[in-house]
């Protein structure tokens, strides 16, 4: 059984910074692609930045640099690097996993969940 574990969420002013972690259980993790995904209050779900199982990165536009996806295939973790938060960018963040290649910023292109990690981020 696929599980998603998040980690790292919290509370910052804006300009700040937060590191967020998702570690994998019970596949083979380096053959699956992964993404970051997040869901304001109100709001449609909403691709951030996705890295598929060759460490290729994409990124939403309105990341515009700030953000850095990463994943280490030795502890089955995957990172999300956010710098120069602002106050928009407030919201449930979830982990997502699909076997193989993607690199769709859409959410229905992936299977499995982690249960999210909040950030708020204050003006």
């Known amino acids: 059984q696929v599980r998603l574990l998040e980690s790292g969420g919290g509370s910052v002013q804006a300009g700040g910074s937060l590191r967020l972690s998702c570690t994998a259980s019970?596949?083979?993790?380096?053959?699956?692609?992964l993404g970051w995904f997040r869901q304001a209050p109100g709001q449609e779900r909403e691709g951030v930045a996705t890295?598929?199982?060759?460490?290729?990165?994409r990124y939403a536009e309105f990341v515009n640099g700030r953000f850095t996806i990463s994943r280490d295939n030795a502890v089955n973790t995957l990172y999300l690097q956010m710098n120069s938060l602002k106050p928009e960018d407030t919201a449930m963040y979830y982990c997502?996993?699909?076997?193989?290649?993607?690199?769709?910023?859409?959410?229905?292109?992936?299977?499995?969940w982690g249960q999210g990690t909040q950030v708020t981020v204050s003006s």
């Open positions: 019970g596949y083979n993790y380096d053959t699956y692609s």
């Open positions: 997502a996993a699909v076997r193989g290649w993607s690199n769709a910023l859409v959410p229905g292109n992936y299977h499995y």
């Open positions: 890295i598929d199982h060759y460490g290729g990165a």
